[in-house]
Nanobody
Framework: QVQLVESGGGLVQVGGSLRLSCAAS????????VGWFRQAPGKEREFVAG????????YYGDSVKGRFSISRDNGKNTAGLQMNSLKAEDTAVYYC???????????????????WGQGTQVTVSS
């Protein structure tokens, strides 16, 4: 069983950048696909980005394509989400999630993931 802890959230102005990190422990991180999701007040949890076990396969939600970049470092048991050109509508709690996966697999729905972090708040001010 893997435990996930997000960090790096905060307050940033429109057009700015933030980098979120997800630290994993308690499992063999390289066997898990990782996803980033976000949830704004009153809205459903939204897929932001996902990355396969090896890091070779990546997917992005339509609203963040070209602005966000997902990565992972299996040697350090971490995953990251680089967020550039932030918009006010990117304001949300961001969650890191993981699921034991086969090679190349990336899940885009919350119910596909078994393990979740506690979330980190990102606020983009205009």
């Amino acid at each position: 069983q893997v435990q996930l802890v997000e960090s790096g959230g905060g307050l940033v102005q429109v057009g700015g950048s933030l980098r979120l990190s997800c630290a994993a422990s308690g499992g063999t991180f390289s066997l898990y696909a990782v996803g980033w999701f976000r949830q704004a007040p009153g809205k459903e949890r939204e897929f932001v980005a996902g990355i396969s076990m090896s890091g070779y396969t990546k997917y992005y939600g339509d609203s963040v394509k070209g602005r966000f970049s997902i990565s992972r470092d299996n040697g350090k048991n971490t995953a990251g989400l680089q967020m550039n050109s932030l918009k006010a509508e990117d304001t949300a709690v961001y969650y890191c999630a993981a699921v034991r996966a086969r090679s190349g697999y990336v899940a885009k729905t919350p119910d596909a993931y078994d393990y979740w972090g506690q979330g980190t708040q990102v606020t983009v001010s205009s």
